[in-house]
């Protein structure tokens, strides 16, 4: 059995001006597919953050966990693979501070 969960970053326009990033909203399903359109789909309507609250999100760097779930002989056994990858328009530098900032978000 499979289930996949999106967690990560955003990057967008602010209100009033300026731009910055906040922690997007965690995804969960047992489709591959249908998670990554989801999270593209809520970046483009905006719904991808997690309740800052943008003019408009720009883009986003994503963490997809693979969870694999096997039961060999009544013992359950689990398997988490990490990927990350980016959405939206972003431009290298904005790709650079979201990767700059998601390793202090790990480390604290």
Known sequence: MKKYKITGLVYGNFWGGGEGLSEAKI???TNKKEI???ANDRLKDGSLDAGMGYENLIGALLTLTT???TIIDDKIFTNEEYKNLFIGKLTSKQKNFLKSRSY???IN
């Open 36 to 38: 990554i359109k989801e």
């Open 27 to 29: 995804l969960i399903t």
């Open 104 to 106: 202090e978000i790990l």
């Open 67 to 69: 969870t694999t779930t």
